[in-house]
């Protein structure tokens, strides 16, 4: 396992897939590698066991719980009662041989987070991008600690919306720039087809990049959008069956789609104006 692509989930839940994927490696031979237990960092909210020598004040560990607060604001959620635990390995190998030998059946990934009714666990290794690998599956870990469940476009457009860090918010240059381009060469949307993936190994990097943009697209195009979004949010609360988010969309906003597609095709308009004042 080499560790590098995207950032992924398995959720033990309503997703068959998933679930015989996380029981395989329970009925597995048990990892050679332990998981990591030298250091502990713990509070409500979070839990950090790494191999690595964090102190409590480091700026990752400060920036979580920015981040925690971050989306409990934007989206109207409650503040969660499971933590989160995330398992820091000290490099890559280390984490790559766990992970190998405790889920076999799930391909390479920098970071992973597994949910169960146990635990929301974040698996990741110290490397050049742990604090974006971070906020994407704590996010992901924030939302399965409030809600029932997510439907997979929306879990990964969330993490992919949450795990930026630079300004504006929310805003991945290269997902807009590359929408933008294939915008440009006919491409069209297609929001029915995402809420039909259901298993992580669906999910092409076009995919990550889409369900970012609708994403992007609810919380920032208006008011009506975005109260589309944290509603069904809410009722994702109480019951893991909500319907479509695109039944409610398209009921709110009868020509959503068009408005997406130019919306999309904009995103990349502040970011050429941002270029170019940089460069006087």
């Not at 015989?20 to 502990?40: D, E, F, I, M, N």
């Not at 604001?73 to 933590?83: E, R, T």
């Not at 290269?174 to 915008?183: F, H, K, S, T």
Request: aromatic share 10%; proline share 5%.
């Amino acid at each position: 396992m080499t560790g590098r692509g995207r950032s992924a989930y398995v959720w033990a839940g309503s997703r068959l897939l998933l679930v015989a994927l996380t029981l395989s490696g329970c009925r597995g031979p048990q990892p050679t590698v332990g998981l990591p237990a030298k250091y502990t960092l713990e509070n409500e909210h979070l839990t950090v066991q790494s191999d690595v020598k964090l102190p409590r004040n480091h700026e990752l560990i400060r920036d979580l719980g920015h981040l925690r607060e971050e989306i409990l604001s934007i989206l109207d959620l409650p503040v969660q009662k499971q933590p989160v635990v995330v398992y820091l390995f000290a490099d890559e190998n280390r984490y790559s041989q766990y992970l190998h030998t405790r889920y076999p059946m799930l391909p390479p990934r920098r970071a992973y987070f597994v949910g169960s009714a146990k635990e929301l666990a974040v698996y990741t290794y110290w490397g050049d991008r742990i604090q974006e690998d971070l906020r994407h599956e704590f996010t992901h870990g924030v939302l399965h600690a409030t809600l029932k469940d997510v439907p997979l476009w929306l879990d990964e457009g969330l993490a992919e919306y949450f795990e930026v860090t630079s300004q504006p918010a929310g805003m991945n240059r290269d997902y807009a720039m590359n929408l933008a381009a294939g915008i440009a060469s006919g491409w069209k949307p297609d929001l029915d087809r995402l809420e039909s993936l259901e298993a992580v190994d669906q999910m092409q990097k076009a995919d990550y990049q889409e369900s970012w943009a609708w994403v992007h697209f609810l919380l920032n195009h208006n008011e009506d959008s975005h109260a589309v979004l944290t509603g069904y949010l809410r009722e994702l609360r109480t019951t893991s069956q909500p319907g479509k988010l695109s039944t409610r969309l398209r009921a709110s906003i009868p020509v959503a789609d068009s408005r997406f597609l130019n919306y999309a095709a904009g995103l990349t308009d502040g970011l050429i104006r941002v270029g170019r004042i940089e460069a006087k």
